[in-house]
């Protein structure tokens, strides 16, 4: 738990350092700057080369967009996709995998389990931003994720943020298709119940509960030996004139070599006439 705390804390710091350095280097704006927003989720919006990728930038609810040119229909689809990773909160769950994959990091179902989630969260995220267009709008919202997906390489900067929420365009071709077929085919927006999602995200934590331990309760091999609570309830010690102890159980009797052992505290003592 040390170490994860003190691994935690020095993300932190990295997170920290790092954004100090970006928002210097960065032109500030606003959403409101690209597209009709409502005032409340008016969020700033920093335009800086240090990065490639869109993304959302730790708790601060910054979105951060590479210096580059983008057509009016594809900053609105990145903006309304990153604007909406923020209202759901996915930072929050996204730092939650973090912290379950550094404690179970042994457990190697839990690297699965963080890339389900970062897929789920990319389809509630699509699923949202695109529940109110028409069908035309939801096309072009498609072909900006296809585009975009094939102009932007991932920058070795944005790996070091591992605080941020990078959604967007961080992913292989097999979960961008899946993406795009969830959207295309009404029949794959049922919702997962909720009862195996939480089933599911609590497995780490789980099978952490449970611990196997071997029998032994007449193994071979344990044929004349007693356990500690037998020998307190059954046996007894001889404390003879001489200063010496005899332990004696079930009709055997045994000279005591060490009677300051801890096994032999509880065990009644008579003495010697």
Not at 6 to 15: C, E, F, N
Not at 71 to 78: A, D, F, G, L, V
Not at 169 to 180: H, M, P, Q
Request: charged residues 25%; aromatic residues 12%.
């Amino acid at each position: 738990m040390i170490a994860t705390a003190l691994h935690s804390l020095y993300m932190l710091k990295r997170m920290f350092d790092l954004q100090k350095i970006i928002q210097k280097k960065s032109e500030v704006f606003h959403i409101s700057d690209f597209m009709k927003v409502n005032p409340k989720n008016d969020y700033p919006v920093w335009k800086t080369d240090l990065i490639e990728v869109p993304m959302v930038l730790g708790w601060q609810k910054v979105i951060l967009l590479p210096n580059v040119s983008y057509s009016q229909k594809e900053i609105e689809h990145i903006l309304s996709h990153e604007q909406q990773h923020i209202l759901n909160h996915d930072i929050w769950i996204k730092q939650l995998m973090n912290l379950l994959t550094i404690v179970y990091w042994w457990f190697l179902p839990v690297y699965w389990l963080k890339n389900q989630v970062q897929i789920i969260l990319e389809m509630r995220v699509d699923e949202k931003v695109t529940r109110s267009m028409t069908q035309e709008k939801m096309l072009d919202y498609v072909s900006t994720l296809v585009e975009m997906n094939e102009k932007i390489t991932k920058n070795v900067l944005q790996k070091k943020l591992r605080f941020s929420s990078s959604f967007f365009f961080a992913e292989n071709r097999n979960v961008l298709s899946y993406r795009v077929q969830y959207l295309l085919e009404s029949k794959q927006k049922k919702k997962t119940n909720k009862g195996i999602l939480l089933f599911v995200f609590m497995l780490p934590v789980f099978t952490n509960l449970v611990i196997f331990e071997p029998y032994h309760e007449n193994a071979p091999g344990t044929e004349g030996t007693w356990s500690e609570q037998e020998m307190q309830e059954q046996g007894y010690l001889i404390h003879h004139q001489d200063g010496t102890y005899t332990f004696c159980i079930d009709g055997q009797q045994a000279t005591i070599q060490n009677i300051k052992d801890p096994i032999f505290e509880n065990i009644k003592v008579i003495e010697e006439e």
